[in-house]
């Protein structure tokens, strides 16, 4: 027979550390006291608009990456969540080479899906693509030392280029040589998704954001509560942007390292 | 107090005691319970102006008033949407709707005519909870309902009208408040014979 002493722990299932948006609605709802969903849904559009409008674009953003397929006229299209680029640039050797970015390159706005921006601006001609879209001089001699006049001689890895097409939110390339090849972007996203982790400091201003506009547009509330709520919310986003700024352990200590200086030994 | 324990307190009231048979059948206890019914009416929509004068999308008070009440899910062709059997007075009155075996199930209450909007923000493409939609004497569930494996069950807590009770049920508001409103629409009106002229009933 088994005795189980009463002061046992049982197994506690573990809080986690990453929050989904469906979290902070139903903590905003037990601060409030309502126990029915009957304002869930209304609640849950206010938070994604603050992590759109608010947080995305200026204190909390969030990066996520992109493997595209360059299309036949040298397009990448960024997905729809998609802010503004961070790298785009291609994986060599498992490391990514970022593209260098050209801001003459003619934006496509052909009406003809299939034709090409170097066809339109070199009249047919197309310069010449090194193998593999990468042309990489190894600037040490063969003896092993540094030979500075190879150092870039090939152009580097920065052929074919890019630029931004921040209107319809997507690169237009030149060359030929990565079409139908995979590059790899980072891009700042809006963070929100079917499955969206949010990290633990971004709730507070998130939950202070809905608490505040759920009374924001009713007549019957006073002013001062208007004001009071998003006060609240401002010291929250301070208190996220205090958080966000901190300096860590390995960088203070750059910092001093940098500045001893040794003096001269006699 | 039980809703069949008030019904017959209320009968005894009128036609207790010694009245003839031909009184008794006038007042038969399903219309005392539609004029009952009439009566507690009144009561949940002060209950419930009550909450939006101030404001509470919540209405703590109503949740002593809360039964389970156990529905099987239809199916309407017209619609394409499940449906369950329920008339529910008002949907501040409505708590929860859930599956029997999974309280913790999500359905969320809705605007029966929020839905062009709601599909249109970023919400609906976000979360897909089951929606619920209270109309008059359906309460529809959404697109989100799942089709294979679909519950036959419904679990409704809510605070149910006076005809959603049964018999057994108790009746939450103060019985004598729910009495004196039954009462209203049998004091002032007298039901006239016509075979015997002029003569009163008793």
Known sequence: MEFIEHNE????????????????????????????????????????????????????????????????????????????????????????????????????????????????????????????????????????????????????????????????????????ALHKKQVIVEYQSTGIGAGTILELPIIAPIRDFVIWQRIENDPRVPQSEKDRKERKYNESIEKLRAYKNMFTKQEFLDTMYRSYKQGIKR | ????????????????????????????????????????????????????????????????MITPIYKPVLYDDVRGQSYIELRVYHKNLAKQFTLPKQPSALFVIIDTVSEPIWDELEAAKVDYSIGVLIESTRVYFDANFPTTNAPTTILAKIAPTLSEMKDTDEIKVPTMALYDATMKYWRDQRPNDDLNENKQLP
């Open chain 2, 1 to 64: 107090m039980n809703k069949k324990e008030l019904l017959s307190l209320i009968r005894n009231k009128l036609v207790g005691g010694d009245t003839t048979a031909a009184s008794k059948g006038q007042y038969h206890p399903r219309v005392i319970e539609k004029s009952a019914e009439l009566g507690y009416d009144e009561i949940l929509q002060a209950i419930v102006s009550g909450g939006e004068k101030y404001n509470e999308y919540s209405l703590p008070g109503i949740d002593a």
């Open chain 1, 9 to 176: 722990m049982q197994p506690v299932k573990p809080v986690a550390a990453g929050k989904s948006l469906r979290y902070v609605v139903m903590s905003v709802l037990n601060r409030v006291g309502n126990y029915s969903t009957n304002e869930y849904r209304r609640l849950l559009q206010l938070a994604i608009e603050c992590v759109q409008e608010e947080l995305s674009m200026y204190h909390a953003t969030s990066l996520e990456i992109y493997y595209a397929i360059v299309d036949d006229t040298g397009i990448v299209q960024m997905p729809k969540d998609c802010i503004d680029y961070i790298k785009i640039g291609m994986n060599v050797g498992g490391q990514l080479y970022i593209l260098g970015m050209n801001e003459n390159i003619i934006l496509s706005r052909a009406t003809k899906c299939a034709q090409n921006v170097d066809d339109i601006a070199r009249g047919g001609l197309s310069l010449f693509a090194p193998i593999n879209g990468y042309s990489f001089i190894d600037h040490m001699s063969p003896a092993g030392l540094y030979v500075g006049g190879l150092y870039g001689l090939g152009g580097g890895f920065t052929d074919p280029q890019y630029r931004w097409d921040d209107k319809l939110k997507r690169f237009q390339l030149n060359g030929s």
